[in-house]
């Protein structure tokens, strides 16, 4: 996480510099409150969630289902937990890292990530309306798969 503060840290020193050179570093910063603002609301929730969620399932179980000792059930129930997870990245990735991170293995924490990235049940409905039941059926047997495949290859190569 420190490497990251680091990094975003960084960039917006630099653009902050490239937009104070533009003279637009005002207008920047009154568009940065405003995402923060409007963003707000969602990350306390999230870790609201977060936080309920690291105490409410044992891990045990997590150990169990997707941890070392869980073979292959932890590529495939793994992705069917990430694709179930709603929200973008600033709900899953703190989900992930308080809940997940120290239990799940390599492969099954790449088969969860890829799932949460390339499924999205809460889409479901408007693909079947705009997009045709055979469409989405066809898509999404194909976007089962993969997440357990890089799973299996990342267990495979690093695991």
């Known amino acids: 996480m420190t490497d990251a503060v680091i990094v ?29 603002l409007s963003i707000l609301p969602l990350l306390l929730c999230a ?29 495939i129930f793994g992705p069917i937990i990430g694709a179930l997870i709603q929200g973008g990245p600033y709900a899953f990735f703190p989900l992930f890292d308080a809940v997940f991170r120290e239990t799940v293995t390599t492969g099954t924490a790449i088969a969860m990530i890829t799932a949460w990235g390339m499924i999205n049940v809460g889409h479901l409905p408007y693909e079947f309306t705009f997009l045709g039941p055979r469409f989405v059926l066809l898509k999404n047997a194909i976007y089962l798969a993969i997440p357990s495949l890089t799973g299996l290859l990342a267990d495979f190569l690093f695991g």
Do not use: C, T
């Open 8 to 36: 975003l840290s960084l960039m917006a020193v630099i653009f902050l510099f490239i937009n104070y050179r533009q003279g637009k570093h005002f207008e920047s910063l009154k568009e940065a409150k405003k995402m923060f």
């Open 47 to 75: 870790f609201v969630i977060v936080g309920f969620l690291d105490i409410l399932i044992p891990e045990k179980a997590l150990q169990a289902w997707l941890g070392a000792e869980s073979g292959w059930k932890g590529l």
